[in-house]
């Protein structure tokens, strides 16, 4: 099956630093990689998302990008505020058009220091 | 829109105790529901997924079941809790075809 591999487990910035969390998948057979944001004692919420169509997307100050070939992606967060601190997971669907598995990396823990 | 309920938000129950959470979602047919399981250690585990009535699979052994009486009702349950039972369980929802999945608000079970 497949697996996530994300890292790293904690990450630690100064407010106004870029951070980047990146995450590597098994299956070539994945074709979509969701991102999703936590935080403490919440659900997780989707914040972005792609295909395996397209290369990079990007929101405002979060921008995912996908290297099919190396079978990796990355969450791009610039200009990191306080509110952004949060547990981060990533996460690789597999499956046919009825049901895709998603599978979740292991979370990343950023803080954002004012 | 589409929304998800999920409850009770916390429960704490004994060793031993029978469990049920209830999921349910509104504004959607036929969606794929799944019940998810983050342990202390963050990660989300998948534990059951269901894309129709009555349709459940399984992703781990474990001391719970599900069921999905109803299209949008997914219920989780255990006759007998563990203390390896505790945790926090979400309920998440898909639209068929579609990729993303959306979290209910999460229950945080205590098994004392």
């Known amino acids: 099956g497949e697996n996530v591999e994300q890292h790293p487990s904690t990450l630690s910035v100064q407010e106004g630093d870029s951070a980047v969390i990146k995450c590597t998948y098994s299956?070539?057979?994945?074709?979509?990689f969701p991102w999703y944001k936590q935080e403490l004692g919440k659900r997780p919420q989707l914040i972005i998302d792609?295909?395996?169509?397209?290369g990079e997307k990007k929101d405002q100050r979060i921008a995912v990008t996908l290297n099919k070939t190396a079978k990796h992606f990355s969450l791009h967060i610039t200009e990191t505020q306080p509110e952004d601190s949060a547990v981060y997971f990533c996460?690789?669907?597999?499956?046919?058009?009825?049901?895709?598995?998603?599978?979740f990396g292991q979370g990343t823990i950023l803080t954002v220091h004012p | 829109s589409q929304t998800i309920h999920q409850w009770p938000a916390t429960l704490v129950q004994p060793v031993g105790s029978p469990l049920s959470l209830e999921c349910t979602v509104e504004?959607?047919?036929?969606?794929?529901l799944y019940w998810y399981r983050q342990a202390a250690g963050r990660g989300l585990q998948l534990l059951f997924y269901?894309?129709?009535?009555?349709?459940i699979s399984s992703e781990v052994p474990q001391n719970l079941s599900a069921s999905r009486p109803q299209d949008r009702q997914f219920i989780l349950s255990s006759k007998k809790l563990l203390l390896s039972d505790s945790g926090f369980y979400l309920c998440?929802?898909?639209?068929?075809?579609?990729?993303?999945?959306?979290f209910g608000q999460g229950t945080r079970l205590t098994v004392v």
């Open positions: 998440a929802w898909s639209v068929k075809g579609a990729k993303g999945a959306f």
């Open positions: 299956d070539s057979a994945s074709n979509y």
């Open positions: 792609i295909r395996s169509n397209v």
């Open positions: 996460a690789a669907r597999t499956g046919g058009t009825s049901y895709g598995k998603l599978t």
């Open positions: 504004g959607t047919s036929n969606p794929n």
């Open positions: 269901s894309v129709g009535i009555g349709q």
